[in-house]
């Protein structure tokens, strides 16, 4: 039988997501050399180092079976946040997260409603559960609040607001944020995904915690892959209602988070110097590439993330390719339907000044 009849309707004309290059995948066509990736927005100066020695003191016990709820983790981060523990669940990094949320809600002709572009994968897991996924464009690089309002019908179940937004790391204002929840039905749950949350500069900016105890549906999604840099270990938190939380351990994985990932995420989330070095040289990284990009002339959407998304008025597939000569690894906008720009992490200092040197060798 062919497997147009054997697969879930619909699943074979699901766009697989495509993830930034991987170190691995460039040595095979460029061979061995050291590659600077500023692809996949990970934190460049690693992850902290009371997370490296947890990992090496669990690892005697890699044999048995981690703690399916991650109460331990749980209970950390109920504390941090100060809210019961009933309204935090961890799963294997927040894409498995948003799949959940995907399976928990989400049925079929159902509407969910996001901005384009925004992150791929929010499609994905709509198509999947045979939803109907509705795009509103950005305006100006940001998510058009009012024009996703206009979208909003009964069929609608979910709205993703990724903030800040990835590509673009730009964010929605405060005021038109709460403006948007004051007229948003209650039948429609609010998916905020503040994975690059740590990073914004911008005062008045939405915080999800700060809506964790109003009535509106709303999920607040988050991960140890990018500030925490635990991007290798897959773990991801959501935040939100009791009754929404009961609704993603109904479709939970069994063991979604293996030994090592747990007791690494706890050790993380106590280092906070290691927390507060790994924004500030964003902060840092970003005012240092703002001006060396003003210098040579190339326009950039001001971000809030730890990455810039840059026009460099030149098919950003050939750009990509001359980066690669020059030992660096970024990723090409085509994927967003912005042919000529690129997205490019903020590493550290030295990673920025050796960019800033490749692209000047690149424009000339």
Sequence with gaps: MKIEKLARKGILKIASYVPGKSIEEVQKEFGPKRWMKLASNENLLGPSPKAKAAIRNELPNIHLYPEGPCTILRKAMAKKFAIPEEMVVISNGADNLILMIANAFVNEGDEVLMADPTFSVYVNVTQIMGGMPVKVKLKGFKHDLEGMLKKVNRKTKLVFICNPNNPTGTTVSLESFNAFLSKLPKHVIIILDEAYGDFVEEAFSPNGLDYLNAKDPMIILRTFSKVYGLAGLRIGYALGREDLVRCLYQVRDPFPVHRLAQVAAVAALNDEDHVI????????????????????????????????????????????????????????????????????????????????????????
């Design 277 to 364: 070095q790994s924004i500030q040289f964003i902060y840092e990284g970003r005012r240092y590439l703002y001006k060396e990009l003003d210098k040579i002339g190339l326009f950039y959407v001001p971000s809030q993330a730890n990455f810039i998304f840059i026009d460099f008025k030149k098919n950003s597939e050939e750009v990509f390719q001359a980066f690669l000569r020059e030992g660096i690894i970024v990723r090409p906008g085509k994927v967003w339907g912005f042919p000529t720009f690129a997205r490019v992490t903020i590493g550290r200092k030295e990673d920025n000044q050796k960019f800033i040197k490749a692209l000047k060798k690149i424009v000339k």
